[in-house]
């Protein structure tokens, strides 16, 4: 009996003897391997739903619009996130406006202008490295350089130097993203543009760039939601965790002190109360919906771009 | 003539007929440190259509690239000896590669449509080099010399990609014309199309050469006897470092090449006994 899928009706007798198809047996690593692959998301998903319902199970009774509009307090139950969730949203707009400029300018740069030299070859392995450096390096770098050098410009562990410093941190990210996208452009396409008489930023604004831009996109709004998430670095330029106030929509309020969405639940974790620890779920909720919110995002702005383009 | 911003040593007066339209000294090109074809002579004629023959991988597209300076967009290539284009070195210092490459058109061995629609492939190269004229009518006489009109007038806003393979060259023909250039050279452009769309081709090169000067690559040994003035036959030898280096074996009138060549080498390629 064979276990080829597709055995009836049989072929007739092949005329050369020179090949053992084996069918039976390619099939059956086939179906191991499917299985692997299988085994492997399914582990995957299992710890992220365990994660879920743990997180959702603990702080979802806690969510309220009370819980969202309120600032911290010493009491528990009066304790809200509203200046974690303002200061985080403003430090990604900043960071968002510093990082991607500059990050996908350098990445145009050293993929469609650079010469392929010694320098250039250097600055390329030094970007993949700064990419995995550890983010606390990052905050150590904020502090010095922009929270206390530069302090008359940022004001001390400000909106900006927190901005700044996670700008720092995703730029590498976002160089690679822009430079994988540009990449996978065919050459084909700027040989045609060079053809009809295109300069070389005709040929990258008109032809390249609108095929890049949904991976570029992509890697960008992946790389702030790294940025969303990461404690270490804001804890070392020396946010603080209890605001009471809003930053005020100016430029003003980027010098002023803040605290963020994951700045605020550390603290509530590190907190002996069980009642701060429900406070950390609901806000760790809140943070996952805004990351969420984000990645959406990330799609549909690709979704569309990809539409857009024919 | 649209008015060029600018300026460059290339003059706008009439072409003398005498004067070669493009002419190679002496040139060698290398990629990397490797040598692709040594020291290539040549003269071609303005307002007639000239072939490359060869075997494949013996440096047509590489010698080819050379007249519109694409192969300066080729990391590490590097062209030596001088070509002329209508007198003017294209190398010089003065000459800026852009201008080069709307006076000196190119379709590609492989299709290359933009990622736009049909409409603006045609339109993209006219509008960023500035002209003037009714674009709509562009289009058209372009699209209708590539003898693709008929296929696509209904849906020009469709992309340029949805075409057939033997379209999308069409389209790339089109695309040439349509910056009005001078000299126009084609790499292959009937490998990847039918029989009647290959004499369609045909007959527009016809048609071309009383404005335009032609450059064609073919392995197509009919194809080069029928529509060429002039043939230009390569050949690569086996070099010491186990590359293999281009050479112009034989150039001469096509009835010259395909019937009375000079060399043995030649006979042999035109009558399909070679190697
Ligand atoms: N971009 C490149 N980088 C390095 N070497 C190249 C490049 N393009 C071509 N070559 C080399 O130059 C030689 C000539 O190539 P070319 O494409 O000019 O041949 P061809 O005559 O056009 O061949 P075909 O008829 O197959 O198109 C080949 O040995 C090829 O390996
Ligand atoms: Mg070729």
């Keep these: ?310 | 003539m649209t008015n060029i911003a600018n300026p460059t040593m290339i003059s706008d007066s009439q072409p003398h007929l005498q004067e070669p339209a493009l002419k190679m000294e002496g040139v060698s090109i290398f990629y990397g440190s490797t040598p692709a074809i040594r020291e290539v002579y040549l003269d071609i004629p303005a307002h007639q259509i000239t072939a490359f023959i060869g075997p494949s991988g013996c440096g047509k597209s590489t010698v080819l690239r050379c007249f519109n300076r694409t192969n300066d967009l080729i990391p590490g290539a590097k062209v030596t000896g001088n070509v002329f284009f209508r007198g003017v070195n294209l190398y010089s210092k003065k000459v800026d590669p852009v201008e080069v490459r709307r006076r000196i058109g190119m379709v590609f061995q492989k299709p290359n449509p933009f990622p736009k629609s049909i409409y603006e492939n045609i339109a993209f190269g006219a509008r960023i080099n500035g002209y003037q004229g009714d674009m709509d009518q562009l289009v058209e006489n372009s699209l209708r010399r590539a003898a693709i009109w008929d296929e696509v007038k209904d849906k020009l806003k469709d992309s340029g990609l949805s075409l057939s393979g033997g379209q999308q060259q069409r389209l790339c023909i089109a695309r040439a014309i349509a910056i009005q250039p001078e000299v126009i050279l084609m790499d292959e452009p009937c490998s990847a199309l039918d029989p009647i769309s290959t004499l369609r081709i045909e007959e527009l090169m016809q048609e071309l050469k009383e404005q335009y000067t032609i450059v064609i690559v073919t392995h197509n040994m009919q194809q080069a006897s029928r529509v060429s003035d002039k043939t230009a036959f390569f050949n690569a030898e086996a070099t010491e470092q186990g590359g293999k280096l281009g050479f112009l074996v034989e150039y001469d009138d096509t009835v010259n090449i395909f019937t009375n060549p000079k060399q043995d080498f030649t006979r042999d390629y035109v009558s399909g006994r070679f190697g």
């Excluded at chain 1, 998903?45 to 702080?59: C, E, N």
């Excluded at chain 1, 974690?84 to 990050?103: D, E, Q, R, Y």
């Design chain 1, 1 to 310: 009996m064979s276990s080829n899928p597709y055995s009836a009706p049989q072929l007739p007798d092949a005329h050369s003897s020179d090949f053992q198809p084996a069918l039976n047996k390619r099939y059956k690593l086939d179906r191991f391997f499917e299985f692997l692959t299988w085994i492997a998301t399914f582990v995957g998903l299992l710890v992220l739903m365990m994660l879920l319902y743990d997180v959702i199970s603990d702080g979802a009774s806690r969510l309220s619009w009370q819980f969202i509009s309120s600032f911290p307090s010493r009491r528990p139950a009066a304790a809200g996130l509203l200046s974690a969730l303002v200061g985080s949203i403003w430090l990604l707009c900043v960071t968002a406006i510093l990082s991607f400029p500059i990050g996908v300018g350098a990445g145009i740069f050293l993929e469609e202008f650079a010469p392929d030299n010694f320098f250039t070859q250097i600055i390329e392995i030094n970007i993949g490295n700064l990419a995995a450096v550890p983010s606390i390096i990052y905050g150590l770098l904020g502090l010095q350089v922009f929270s206390r050098i530069m302090r008359p410009i940022t004001g001390g562990p400000s909106v900006l130097t927190g901005g700044m410093t996670l700008a720092l941190l995703i730029l590498p990210i976002i160089i690679v993203a822009t430079r994988e996208s540009l990449r996978a452009v065919p050459n084909s396409l700027r040989q045609g543009g060079f053809a009809v008489g295109a300069t070389r930023w005709q040929v990258i604004r008109n032809l390249i760039l609108p095929q890049a831009i949904p991976g570029i996109l992509t890697g960008t709004i992946l790389a702030l939601s790294r940025a969303v998430g990461e404690t270490a670095p804001l804890i070392t330029i020396g946010a603080l965790t209890f605001i009471a106030f809003l930053p005020p929509l100016s430029l003003e309020g980027l010098q002023t002190d803040f605290t963020a969405l994951p700045i605020q639940i550390y603290n509530w974790v590190s907190r002996p109360q069980p009642e701060f620890h429900t406070n950390a779920a609901a806000g760790i909720i809140v943070l996952m919906v805004v990351l969420l919110t984000m990645n959406t995002t990330a799609v549909l702005l690709r979704n569309k771009f990809q539409k857009g383009r024919i």
